[in-house]
C-alpha cells in the first residue's frame, strides 16, 4: 500500500461539509462515530434525478465506457419510528451510474413494486418478508406483491430487471429505471422464484435458480432473452440458498446445512443450523440433469460464492465467502437500520475460502484466512479456469461494513489489498474488461464506496493488476445513497 496516497485519499476531502440527504434526528446524537448511518438512510421516496459526478481524483482511463447499475434495500422508515424489522425487507432502489467519454452521471429509482405501492399509500411497512411478520390487512393477491425487488441486477439482451430471491425478476428501463413491470419467462411459471445470483456464461447464456423449499427449480435464458428450458431438481432439504455456482458443464448446488422447512414469514425465524448434517453439494450435468453426484464437505455457511471452474479430471473448485455459523441466525440486519451497532462478533466472521470437489470422495476447504465478502470474476471467464478473485475486505471495528477492496490470486496464494480506513464503507467491485484485451487482470474493478467524511457516495475506480496502488479515478456527487447488495456493469 502506498501511504502517502491513502493519506490523500483521507484527508484530501475533509474540508467537504456534510451534504448527504440528511440522517434522521434519531441519529442525531451520536458523537464521535463516523456517520455510517448514511448507508441505511432512507433515500428520497422520488429518488435521486441524474446529476453530474466530479471528477476528484485521478485520470479516467481511455476505454472506459458503461454503466454501472445496483440495487439495494433503500426504505427502512415511515414517519418517525417505523422501522422495517429486517434490512433485507427495505424496498429495492436501483443506482444507476452512467459513465461516457470520461463524465459518470448517477441517478437512482426505486423499483415500484406492489408491496412499495401499497406501503407508501399506507405510510408503513405491511409486507411479511424475510424478517417481518407482516401486516394481516395487506391484501395478496399473489407472491409478487411481497417481492421487495432489492438484492440485484442483470442486463440480458438489453433488458435490465431487478432481482429479489423470492420472486420474480421485475423488469425496468435501462434509460430512466422506470418500472415496466413482472417478468413471466414462461405462462405456467408466473411468480416462480427467479434468484438474486443468476450465472452468466461467457457467451451470455443465463443459468439461474428457483428456490422453494426442498424444490429447486433451473432456468436456462439465451442471450438474445430467449427461454430455453425450466427444470426441477430435488435437493433433500429446504436449506437457506441464496448464491450457488456454476462450471462450463457443471451446476453446483449448495446445500448448506441452515434449513427452514415451514418457510412462514418471517423467515429468518424458521432457520436451524444443523451442523451434524455437513454442507452438501449437488452436482448437475448442465446437458443432462438425470446426471447428478452429492459430495459432503464440513459444515459452513456462506452468502456469496465468486464462481466455480473444473479441472480435466472432473475436479470442481469454486471460491466462497464461508462462516462457521449463519450470520443473520440473529440480530444481524436489524440494529444497523436503527442506527444501532454492537460491534464486530469476531464469532461471525467469515474467511474467504477455496471448496475443493472431487470427481468421487469428500469436498475439501483450502481456506484463506482472509475475511470478505461479495466475491466477484472476470466475466469472460466465468465457470471457465480463472486465478482472481475481487471482494471487500477490511472489516471495519468502528463501524459495520468494510474498508478496503483486495484481489486474491489463487495461483499465486498472493492478495493485493486497497485499505480506505474506516471513513469508508465499501460496496461490492465489479470487474470490467478493458477493451482490447484478453488477459485476466487486464481489467478495471468499479464500485461505490460510501465516504463518510464528504457524506457522499465516491464511484472509484482500480487496475485488478494494481489494487494496491489505491484508486484510478474517483468521481464524487454532491449525495450519498444506502449501501447496496449487488450490481451489474452493461
Ligand atoms: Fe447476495
Request: aromatic letters at 10%.
Amino acid at each position: 500500500m502506498q501511504v502517502s496516497r491513502r493519506h490523500f485519499l483521507l484527508t484530501g476531502t475533509a474540508a467537504s461539509a456534510a451534504i448527504g440527504f440528511g440522517l434522521p434526528s434519531v441519529f442525531a446524537d451520536t458523537k464521535g462515530m463516523p456517520d455510517w448511518h448514511l448507508g441505511y438512510s432512507t433515500a428520497p421516496a422520488g429518488g435521486f434525478d441524474p446529476a453530474p459526478m466530479r471528477l476528484v481524483y485521478g485520470n479516467v482511463p481511455e476505454g472506459l465506457t458503461g454503466t454501472l447499475y445496483r440495487n439495494g434495500p433503500a426504505q427502512f422508515l415511515y414517519g418517525k419510528d417505523d422501522y422495517a424489522s429486517h434490512w433485507f425487507d427495505g424496498d429495492g432502489m436501483v443506482q444507476r451510474i452512467d459513465i461516457q467519454g470520461g463524465k459518470a452521471v448517477h441517478s437512482g429509482k426505486f423499483v415500484e413494486t406492489v408491496k412499495r405501492r401499497i406501503e407508501q399509500a399506507e405510510g408503513r411497512f405491511m409486507a411479511a418478508g424475510f424478517g417481518t411478520h407482516g401486516d394481516p390487512d395487506f391484501p395478496i393477491e399473489r407472491p409478487d406483491d411481497l417481492n421487495a425487488a432489492n438484492t440485484s441486477v442483470i442486463v440480458i439482451d438489453g433488458k435490465l430487471y431487478a432481482l429479489w430471491e423470492g420472486g420474480s425478476a421485475i423488469e425496468l428501463e435501462p434509460e430512466t429505471l422506470k418500472t415496466i413491470g413482472v417478468k413471466d419467462w414462461r405462462p405456467d411459471l408466473e411468480a416462480m422464484p427467479f434468484l438474486a445470483h443468476p450465472k452468466t456464461e461467457p457467451d451470455g447464456t443465463v443459468w439461474n435458480l428457483a428456490v422453494g423449499g426442498r424444490n429447486v427449480g433451473v432456468y436456462k435464458i439465451g442471450a438474445d432473452g430467449s427461454f430455453k428450458s425450466f427444470d426441477m431438481l430435488n435437493i433433500g432439504k429446504a436449506a437457506y440458498i441464496h448464491d450457488w455456482a456454476m462450471t462450463d458443464r457443471h451446476l453446483v448446488i449448495m446445500v448448506q446445512p441452515w434449513v427452514n422447512e415451514n418457510l412462514r414469514p418471517p423467515i429468518v425465524e424458521g432457520f436451524e443450523w444443523r451442523p451434524e448434517e455437513g454442507f452438501r453439494f449437488l452436482i448437475v450435468d448442465k446437458d443432462d440433469f438425470s446426471n447428478q453426484r452429492w459430495a459432503q464437505g464440513p459444515a459452513r455457511a456462506f452468502f456469496h460464492t465468486g464462481a466455480a471452474w473444473e479441472e480435466s479430471d472432473g475436479t470442481i473448485r469454486l471460491d466462497a465467502a464461508l462462516y462457521k455459523e449463519p450470520i443473520l441466525g440473529v440480530g444481524g440486519g436489524v440494529d444497523e437500520i436503527r442506527g444501532k451497532w454492537g460491534g464486530r462478533n469476531d464469532g461471525f466472521t467469515s474467511n474467504f475460502t477455496q471448496i475443493v470437489i472431487p470427481p468421487s470422495g469428500d469436498a475439501r476447504l483450502i481456506e484463506t484466512g482472509l475475511e470478505g465478502d461479495f466475491p466477484q470474476v472476470d466475466p469472460r471467464r466465468h465457470g471457465l479456469s480463472r486465478r482472481m478473485t475481487a471482494l471487500v475486505s477490511g472489516p471495519s471495528k468502528v463501524h459495520p461494513g468494510h474498508t478496503a477492496i483486495s484481489v486474491l490470486d489463487w495461483e499465486t496464494g498472493q492478495t493485493d489489498t486497497f485499505d480506505f480506513g474506516d471513513t469508508r464503507m465499501v460496496e461490492e467491485f465489479l470487474f470490467v474488461p478493458k477493451p482490447g484485451k484478453a488477459g485476466e487482470a487486464e481489467s478495471w474493478l468499479v464500485g461505490p464506496v460510501l465516504n463518510l467524511k464528504t457524506g457522499t457516495t465516491d464511484i472509484c475506480v482500480f487496475d485488478a493488476a494494481h489494487v494496491s496502488d489505491g484508486p484510478v479515478c474517483i468521481w464524487r456527487g454532491t449525495r450519498s445513497w444506502p449501501l447496496g447488495f449487488h450490481g451489474t456493469w452493461a
